[in-house]
C-alpha cells in the first residue's frame, strides 16, 4: 500500500467537497438541489454502484471470506448501540443530542467515502466485501437509526423505509454472487458508470449542507475534537486490536477497520432534516470527522496494514 494514494485519494475527496460548498455559496446551486440531489444519489446511483461491484470480485473470492464479513457486520451493529451510549456519557453529550451522536458513532460513511478509499487500498476486488458490510448497514439504519433520529421512535418504523433501494441493491448483489450470476456487459457497464457518480456527488452535497452553517460555528463546536479522536483513531485501533486474534486473513480484517475508520456518514444529515432533529450539528459532524479522516485515515492505514 502507498500512503502517498490515501493521502492523495482523501485530498481529492474533499476537494470535491469544497466545490459544493462554493457552488451554493456562489449562487450556482442550493439548499433545495442538495436535498433532490442526497435522494438522486440514494435512489439511483448508490444501488447501481452496489450491483456493479460484483463483477469486480475476484473469481477465486472464498464464500468463507463473504459468510466472515457479514458475521463480522452484524455482530458491529450489534455491539455499536453499547459502545456509541458510552462514548455520548463520556463526552457528557446533552441530552436532547445523545441520540444523534450515538447515530454518528454508529453509522460511519461506509457506501459515499468507504468504497473509493477501500478500493484505491485494496483494490476494485474489495468493493463487494464493502457491500456486504453496507448490506447490515442498511438493515440497522432503517431500524435502529429511524429510531434514533426520530422524535416518534418506533412508530417511525415503515415497511418503505426498510426496502430502500439502497437494502434491495444490497440483497440483489449477495443474491448475484451467491449464484455466480453474471449480468450482460452491456448491463454492468451502465450500472457502473452511473454507480461511479456517487462519491463526488455525496461530497458534493456534503459541501452543499455546509454552506448553509456558519464556518466558525463548524470550529467552534468543541465536542467533536475529542469524538474525532475516539471515534476515528481510538474505536478502530481498538477494534484491530480485539479483531487481529479472530480474523486470520490481513486483507479481511484490514477492509473491517478501514470500514470502521470511516467518518460519520452522510445519510445523518439526511435523516436530520427529514426527521427535524438537529441538521447543524448532524452537518458540523460530517464536515469535522471528514476533514480529520485526511489525516486519520492514512494513520490509521499505516498503523494497521
Not at 199 to 205: H, R
Amino acid at each position: 500500500m502507498d500512503i502517498i494514494v490515501v493521502i492523495s485519494q482523501m485530498l481529492q475527496l474533499f476537494l470535491i467537497l469544497a466545490i459544493g460548498y462554493i457552488s451554493t455559496k456562489t449562487k450556482v446551486t442550493s439548499q433545495k438541489f442538495g436535498i433532490q440531489l442526497s435522494s438522486f444519489i440514494l435512489n439511483i446511483t448508490l444501488p447501481c454502484l452496489m450491483i456493479a461491484s460484483v463483477a469486480a470480485m475476484p473469481s477465486n473470492t472464498d464464500k468463507k471470506d463473504v459468510l466472515l464479513m457479514f458475521y463480522i457486520a452484524v455482530l458491529f451493529y450489534v455491539i455499536m448501540p453499547f459502545i456509541a451510549y458510552i462514548i455520548a456519557r463520556i463526552l457528557r453529550v446533552k441530552k436532547e443530542e445523545r441520540n444523534l451522536y450515538m447515530y454518528m458513532t454508529i453509522w460511519s460513511n461506509v457506501g459515499f467515502m468507504g468504497y473509493p478509499v477501500i478500493a484505491s487500498i485494496f483494490g476494485s476486488g474489495a468493493l463487494f466485501y464493502a457491500t456486504i458490510f453496507n448490506l447490515i448497514f442498511n438493515v440497522s439504519n432503517f431500524t435502529l437509526g429511524i429510531m434514533l433520529m426520530s422524535k416518534e421512535g418506533k412508530s417511525a418504523l415503515n415497511l418503505k423505509n426498510f426496502l430502500s433501494p439502497g437494502m434491495i441493491a444490497s440483497l440483489v448483489a449477495i443474491a448475484l454472487f451467491a449464484g455466480g450470476i453474471q449480468l450482460p456487459n452491456i448491463l454492468n457497464n451502465t450500472l457502473k458508470t452511473v454507480g461511479d457518480t456517487t462519491t463526488p456527488l455525496a461530497m458534493i452535497v456534503i459541501g452543499i449542507a455546509l454552506a448553509g452553517i456558519s464556518m466558525k460555528s463548524v470550529f467552534t463546536e468543541l465536542r467533536l475534537y475529542p469524538y474525532v479522536i475516539i471515534k476515528q483513531i481510538l474505536l478502530p485501533i481498538g477494534a484491530w486490536l480485539i479483531l487481529k486474534n479472530v480474523i486470520t486473513s490481513p486483507y479481511i480484517l484490514g477492509i473491517v477497520i478501514i470500514i470502521i475508520a470511516m467518518p460519520v456518514a452522510t445519510s445523518s444529515v439526511l435523516f436530520a432534516n427529514k426527521y427535524d432533529n438537529n441538521v447543524s450539528l448532524a452537518t458540523k459532524g460530517v464536515f469535522i470527522t471528514t476533514l480529520a479522516s485526511i489525516l486519520t485515515i492514512p494513520l490509521i492505514s499505516y498503523l494497521i496494514l
